[in-house]
């Protein structure tokens, strides 16, 4: 079955940096979507960037220019590096397995989640 493991969370102060990881092994799918996720106590759950099979890249509003999906990266590795960080970027942030296109509308594997908190 799908595993995935992130790591990277941690607590920072607004503006700086952070880098996440997540690793997803015992999978084989032809075409799939990766990406990182949100949410915030009593808020729902975000996307924020993924990243698909093709290399396609797709990233929210709120965090586009600040957060980053690093290219040439091996297909089961998923990184976000996280810059300019504010106060409302605070969550637990999730990585994301889905086969197919992004938005198939197939059940996601998830990981356990990474606290980022922004002071």
């Known amino acids: 079955h799908v595993q995935l493991v992130e790591s990277g969370g941690g607590s920072v102060p607004a503006g700086g940096s952070l880098n996440l990881s997540c690793i997803a092994t015992?999978?084989?799918?032809?075409?799939?979507?990766m990406g990182w996720f949100r949410q915030a106590p009593g808020t729902e759950r975000e996307a924020v960037a993924r990243?698909?099979?093709?290399?396609?890249?797709t990233y929210s509003d709120s965090v586009k220019g600040r957060f980053t999906i690093p290219q040439n990266n091996p297909k089961n590795t998923l990184h976000l590096q996280m810059n300019s960080l504010k106060v409302e970027d605070t969550a637990m942030y999730f990585c994301?397995?889905?086969?197919?296109?992004?938005?198939?509308?197939?059940?996601?594997?998830w990981g356990q989640g990474t606290q980022v908190t922004v002071s």
């Open positions: 994301g397995l889905q086969a197919g296109y992004c938005d198939s509308g197939r059940s996601i594997w």
């Open positions: 015992k999978y084989s799918y032809s075409r799939y979507c």
């Open positions: 990243i698909d099979s093709d290399g396609r890249t």
